[in-house]
């Protein structure tokens, strides 16, 4: 048995057991022998087969869609890290999962960067720069330094493929580029159908003909840290040590952070 669908079926079974029925609308009754909820009480919360949930429960090889699991998510009144385990263990994209809600940053994350003395930044699903400190402004002079305008926030890939500065600033432009855009698939390997970042993968290639170059060559490897080299138009050349944290409660945040070398 697949030890994911063994642990998707031990989990669902804990969350089955670990309520009353009075909660779920089901009386309890003397002779009931199941604690928590029966089999076919949740399949019936749910509006899918017993069954077929009764599979999912013992691990056999079914095919759960995300509808039938957001529906499972509701009916057994999940929480959101609960549910976030549920659809990892299934292998399944939350259909309600929202973008903008998943980037919004905690006031506490955004008020540690004021006390951080070095260049640090926080990045997005897709690499918007969501918030960031004053030494980041003053090292990414022209960029970070200038008010935002709309809705739109920096985003670290139109920077680097976009901005004509950026060719200069870059130290090895071309060598940091590439993996910048391979460390991006890596990381949105199992977000390449979202519609924000099609789109932006869209304009990139369209703007870029370096960018859609490496793209298309669909390298990847994991966001690792390291020596980064800027050629500053007032310091000149500086160098840091780069380390990017991803918070506990939302993983799919970047804490970067650049200590000067």
Not at 31 to 51: D, F, H, K, N, P
Not at 70 to 91: G, I, N, V, W
Not at 115 to 134: K, Q, S
Not at 185 to 201: G, I, T
Request: proline share 5%.
């Amino acid at each position: 048995m697949d030890n994911r669908r063994k642990e998707l079926g031990e989990f669902l079974l804990a969350l089955r057991q670990r309520g009353t029925p009075e909660e779920f609308g089901f009386p309890s009754g003397a002779r009931r022998r199941t604690e928590g909820l029966r089999r076919e009480e949740v399949a019936q919360l749910a509006g899918i087969s017993a069954t077929w949930y009764t599979w999912i429960e013992q691990g056999r090889e079914v095919n759960i869609s995300s509808e039938a699991l957001d529906r499972l998510a509701q009916a057994l009144k999940l929480s959101r890290t609960e549910r976030a385990y549920l659809f990892d263990m299934a292998d399944r994209r939350d259909p309600r999962a929202s973008a903008a809600e998943e980037d919004a940053v905690p006031e506490t994350l955004v008020s540690m960067l004021d006390n951080i003395n070095i260049p640090a930044y926080i990045m997005g699903r897709t690499w918007d720069l969501l918030a960031w400190n004053h030494a980041a402004e003053v090292l990414f002079t022209g960029w970070l330094d200038k008010p935002v305008v709309g809705d739109s926030a920096p985003n670290l890939l139109r920077y680097v493929f976009q901005n004509p500065d950026a060719k200069q600033f870059v130290v090895n432009w071309e060598v940091r580029a590439r993996r910048l855009v391979a460390e991006f698939r890596a990381d949105c390997r199992s977000r390449l159908e979202e519609p924000e970042l099609q789109r932006l993968v869209a304009e990139l290639s369209q703007t870029s003909p370096e960018f859609e170059h490496f793209w298309k060559q669909h390298d990847v490897l994991e966001r690792q840290g390291g020596p980064r080299e800027f050629n500053h138009p007032q310091l000149g050349i500086i160098g840091y040590h780069q380390v990017t944290l991803r918070p506990v409660e939302q993983e799919q945040l970047k804490l970067v952070l650049l200590q000067p070398s």
